[in-house]
């Protein structure tokens, strides 16, 4: 026996030297795969866990739906004699290479084939014959391969779970399948969660995501050589997946000028700025939506307190026979309201959920405020007696409820945020000059703060406030040519002090009713903003409303030193820039690449952009780019004239929106004099401010609106300032002697 032994480890050596293959050794290389039990022949115990070896790689062989670790040989120093493993079932091959040493050269890289001149499966001969067979076909070079089977790894781990000492196979530290499986199945998830991350990021750059997809990939690949089965695997029950087709291609946000409708919808959506709400109607005001919000807020409160203001609260419900009081007005707002009529709910009866409570109902329904005035005036009564407490202003902050039909977010909602401003006044001519007043703040405030120029006019008596003797407005040119009303401010006369019997003694001791105003903006003023300025990489914001003016990019982060020295240069920026008082935002987050990171801000609008590298500080510089305007990157100096240098940035930034819209706004403002030209251009989809000569009548009005989808926006101010400016004209429309010049304009 041991003369066939030494023949056959000789004949072994020489016919693995001739065909540069490795003859791999149960006890020297350990199985990275389950072992099968029923192959083995034996039952594995609990503990008898496979030992995993690090270094070989898995190969699927056609042959079988069974994996088997497939062995290469990537360096020949890794190959040297291996101590004698214990006779054991299946273990000749052991024995034979427990007595010789192992010679080897690199083996191909090729992957194993199906059949007996792919595989050499030495591990399941059962007799030197069959082991001078196998050598034989190594020595005629059939064999690239040597494959470990499952029945031989069973060997081997039985031997390793009854306590016979493993060899060291020179290949690093070793796991067991359940501890290889859980760490695969950690880094698939790790991946699979940045992947999504970029994703709902906005990330669309093929650069920054392949890497990503490429690394999940493999590792699912990983993990079904090691288990034998896909990581995502089909339900059960589910029916075999068809042929693949064509991957339809991702749905490509709309370009302004193929679909503005949508194109708003988008920039809106991908900015962050609102989401759906499960209210019909109603809008969710994300945070950086409502930070712009907050902006606007704080410089319309300043100016409106300037203005002589206070700010007050009033209830949401309004009795039903306020609203009732006024007659105008609750013919106008009837259509629109929210009515509660019980207050509370109980189980129904019939077991169908819950129900208003019979026991409940309101003696009088009450109405969810759709506008102040009505419950406003009713405290005006009891606060106001004599000339001393007039002026009366005050202004509430609120949201308000109008059932609208067609919504869109911030331009026309069930519910929106709002300020509205309510005057008293003992004069006619004080009131109107407080309502003048406060549209020449709206005006200013869309101007200076949103860069949106805006007419300023006087509305038609049919497009009037229900309840006012006139009013006021102020009304934008967005990028398609419509118009959008921005503010309103209303004279309201004395018919709110009738209604609700607000009269004071005067100086010389009579009593009079007081003369009244009301005024707002709202939300829409959001929309206003991105109509105007926006474009199809996204939302673009004016400095002075922008939440972050600047964001902070660090770049070239990962080693240390470097990131300590970027740091510390950071802090510099940020106090140059807090002394300036601008705001910004460092993106420091450390799972998200530059590249999204520039994509994610351009969408949500930010003016400005600085990177900073190791680089960078070592040339005390940081990289500028601008959302709108500039010629690609810039270099800028870090000095201590830092601060005031961004800050003359964002300012250039600001004037630069402002003019392009003033600009926008001249080019579309269209003089016409007939009513053919103008309804002729607006067919042809030439749509802006159409200004004509108009005699003041509500039926061509209506007919005009009918026929072209165009209403009179205004008779704005500068055009009828003069007594003449309509002297001698006539109404494009009916040809009578014009009483306005007037704005037309489709609108949203």
């Keep these: ?219 699912k690949s990983k993990w079904e050589a090691v288990t034998g089965e896909p990581y995502d695997p089909p339900k059960q029950g589910a029916k075999p997946k068809a042929a693949k087709k064509a991957a339809a291609p991702a749905k490509k946000e709309a370009a302004a000028a193929d679909d503005y409708s949508q194109w708003y919808q988008d920039v809106i959506a991908s900015a962050e700025m609102v989401d759906q709400s499960p209210v019909k109607g109603c809008m969710v005001i994300r945070p950086w939506g409502m930070a712009v919000w907050d902006e606007l807020r704080d410089e319309l409160n300043t100016r409106i307190k300037n203005a002589g203001a206070q700010n007050a609260y009033f209830p949401l419900f309004i009795p039903m026979s306020f609203l009732s009081k006024e007659a105008e007005h609750v013919e106008g707002f009837a259509k629109e309201c929210a009515v509660v009529t019980h207050h509370r709910l109980c189980a129904d009866p019939n077991g169908n959920g819950l129900i208003p409570d019979p026991e409940a109902k309101l003696e009088e329904p009450l109405i969810v405020r759709p506008t102040s005035e009505t419950i406003i005036w009713d405290m005006f009564r009891k606060w106001i007696d004599s000339y001393r407490d007039l002026p009366l202003k005050i202004n509430q902050w609120a949201n308000v409820v109008r059932w609208e039909l067609r919504t869109r977010p911030f331009l026309r909602s069930a519910e929106f945020l709002w300020q509205e401003g309510h005057t008293a006044h003992a004069t006619k001519e004080d009131a109107d000059a407080t309502a003048r007043e406060m549209l020449e703040v709206y005006a200013d405030v869309c101007e200076k703060t949103l860069a949106i120029p805006v007419v300023k006019g006087e509305k038609s008596p049919c497009e009037r406030f229900a309840g006012a003797d006139a009013t006021y407005t102020i009304e934008a040119l967005m990028q398609n040519g419509w118009a959008l009303q921005s503010g309103t401010s209303h004279f309201l006369g004395q018919n709110f002090a009738r209604a609700f019997d607000v009269t004071f003694q005067t100086a010389d001791q009579k009593s009079e009713l007081v003369w009244a105003t009301s005024w707002g903006v709202s939300t829409r003023l959001l929309g206003a903003l991105v109509m105007t300025h926006s474009d199809d990489a996204g939302l673009v914001l004016p400095p002075k409303v922008a939440p972050a003016q600047i964001v902070i990019v660090p770049v070239g982060r ?105 600009e926008r706004l001249a080019a579309k403002t269209i003089n016409v004099e007939s009513y053919a030209e103008m309804k002729g251009k607006l067919e042809a989809g030439d749509a802006g401010f159409y200004v004509a000569a108009w005699k003041d009548d509500t039926a061509n009005e209506d007919k005009i609106k009918e026929e072209c989808k165009a209403t009179i926006r205004c008779f704005p101010w500068d055009l009828n300032a003069s007594p003449d400016a309509v002297k001698g004209k006539k109404c494009f429309y009916s040809g009578e002697d014009a009483t306005h010049l007037a704005i037309f304009a489709r609108a949203f």
């Design 1 to 219: 026996y041991t003369f066939s032994v030494l023949s056959a480890t000789i004949f072994l050596s020489f016919a693995a030297s001739r065909a540069n293959a490795f003859i791999p050794v149960a006890s020297n290389l350990r199985p990275s795969l389950s072992v099968n039990a029923k192959q083995s022949g034996r039952q594995l115990s609990p503990k008898s866990q496979p030992i995993i070896c690090m270094r070989p790689e898995l190969t699927k062989t056609t042959s079988s739906s069974h994996l088997s670790p497939t062995f290469s040989v990537p360096n020949p120093s890794f190959m040297r004699p291996v101590p004698m493993m214990p006779f054991r079932g299946n273990s000749v091959v052991s024995r034979f290479a427990a007595e010789s040493e192992a010679v080897a050269a690199p083996a191909p890289a090729a992957a194993t084939s199906s059949g007996p001149r792919g595989l050499a499966r030495l591990n399941e001969a059962a007799s030197i014959r069959e082991v001078k067979e196998i050598c034989a076909a190594l020595e005629a070079g059939d064999v690239k391969e040597v494959v470990k089977t499952p029945v031989a790894a069973a060997a081997s781990t039985e031997a390793v779970a009854e306590g016979v000492p493993a060899e060291d196979c020179g290949c690093g530290p070793t796991q067991t399948l359940d501890e290889l499986k859980a760490s695969l199945k950690a880094d698939i998830e790790k991946v699979g969660g940045e992947i999504r991350k970029l994703k709902e990021g906005g990330e669309k750059d093929k650069a920054v995501l392949q890497p990503h997809i490429d690394e999940l990939i493999a590792l």
């Design 558 to 662: 990962g080693k240390a030193e470097n990131d300590a020295k970027v740091d510390e240069f950071l802090v510099k920026v940020k106090k140059s820039l807090d002394s300036a008082g601008v705001r910004y935002k460092i993106d420091d987050r450390d799972k998200m690449k530059p590249g999204a990171k520039f994509y994610e801000w351009e969408r949500k609008g930010v003016p400005l952009r600085l990177e900073v590298g190791p680089r960078d500080v070592d040339s005390n510089k940081l990289v500028m780019a601008k959302r709108v305007g500039g010629e690609g990157k810039t270099d800028v100096e870090f000095s201590d004239a830092f601060g005031s240098q961004m800050v003359k940035e964002l300012d250039d930034l600001q004037a630069s929106m402002l003019k392009a819209a003033q």
